[in-house]
């Protein structure tokens, strides 16, 4: 009788390839990555004042106000709230804040009153959202119409300046550093260490996953959606502050809606679920250096203004499609 040695399938050669490649999805906001350097290689490679040390100044000190109001909306829609006037806030902020500050008023209560109206704004919002059926969508989208309005009435139209003040907070450097960007990253760690380690941050992730669940499980929900709301208005004031300090003035047309498009894209590429329940800051910062490249690189290859926005959109869809697959393909 003879023994027959089992057989032993043959060992396929792709296995190897498919294995790095699930290797690679499985890497945290890979495909962000992948996409934010063969803009940067790309762009360095045609425009030789791209690596400059004072266009990568601008670069930053540009993403660092867009930094801080995608930072408190990652933190309001990981908990399932959405906040569309944040950019028109800081538009307001930046208007008031002007006004005052060519008035004569001082800068230190300019900033608190600045921000206090900021977080009230906020609050307004999260009342609405709170207490009545009005989607946040549309309750936020119509508050930022509005505040839109009121930053013009504030300005009367006009662009006004601020002269020498809060110069140092928007030109200034520490350690070959910008100050906004200091501030920024200190506003994004903060929210990042929320999330991860404090209870308000599990709260908003148990929100976000499931609202009925979490208020079952004791959390005071409304109380936890009005802090929220109050700290987004708060961070859009922060980044309205930042912004006049950056520009020394407040004309029409300064923040407004397209910033808080600009926010909303970054985060939710960063790997923010607009369903709420998955948010991620690291991915948010992602997100916003991302399109601060690829805005800077469009103005520096002289790209068409009527092509910008179509390049801006096709880079924006290329890395959401790559973070899809990178999600499911990491979803055990």
């Avoid at 760690?189 to 929100?207: E, K, Y």
């Avoid at 499931?210 to 005071?220: K, P, W």
């Avoid at 020394?248 to 808080?260: K, R």
Wanted: charged share 5%.
């Amino acid at each position: 009788m003879s023994l027959k040695a089992p057989s032993v399938a043959p060992e396929r050669a792709d296995v190897a390839p498919v294995a790095r490649s699930g290797a690679l999805l499985r890497i945290p906001h890979a495909g962000l990555v992948a996409v934010l350097v063969v803009v940067i290689v790309f762009t360095a490679l045609r425009a030789d004042s791209f690596t400059t040390s004072q266009n990568l100044l601008n670069v930053l000190r540009q993403i660092s106000v867009n930094a801080v109001i995608a930072g408190g909306l990652t933190l309001l829609m990981t908990a399932g709230g959405m906040d569309f006037s944040m950019g028109s806030n800081a538009a307001v902020t930046t208007a008031v804040a002007a006004q005052m500050l060519s008035g004569g008023q001082s800068t230190a209560v300019t900033v608190v009153v600045a921000l206090l109206l900021a977080a009230v704004v906020g609050l307004v919002n999260g009342l609405v959202v709170t207490f009545t059926n009005v989607a946040p969508f549309v309750a936020t989208l119509a508050t930022a119409m509005l505040l839109d309005g009121v930053a013009l009435l504030v300005l009367n139209g006009m662009s006004v300046t601020i002269g020498d003040k809060m110069q140092a907070l928007g030109n200034s450097t520490v350690a070959g550093v910008p100050w906004l960007l200091v501030v920024a990253v200190l506003v994004l760690l903060a929210i990042g260490l929320v999330m991860r380690f404090m209870t308000f941050g599990r709260d908003a992730f148990a929100m976000g996953g499931n609202e009925h669940v979490a208020r079952l499980s004791g959390i005071n929900v409304p109380a936890r959606k009005l802090a929220l709301y109050a700290l987004a208005g708060a961070l859009a004031g922060l980044a309205g502050l930042m912004l006049l300090s950056r520009l020394g003035a407040s004309a029409p047309n300064t923040a407004g809606l397209q910033t808080q498009l600009t926010a909303v894209a970054a985060v939710v590429i960063g790997g923010t679920s607009l369903a709420g329940g998955r948010g991620t800051v690291v991915g948010t910062a992602l997100g916003v250096v991302l399109l601060g490249v690829v805005a800077n690189a469009l103005n520096l290859l002289q790209v068409n203004s009527n092509y910008q926005l179509v390049v801006t959109g096709a880079v924006l869809l290329v890395a959401a499609v790559i973070n899809g697959f990178q999600r499911k393909g990491s979803t055990p």
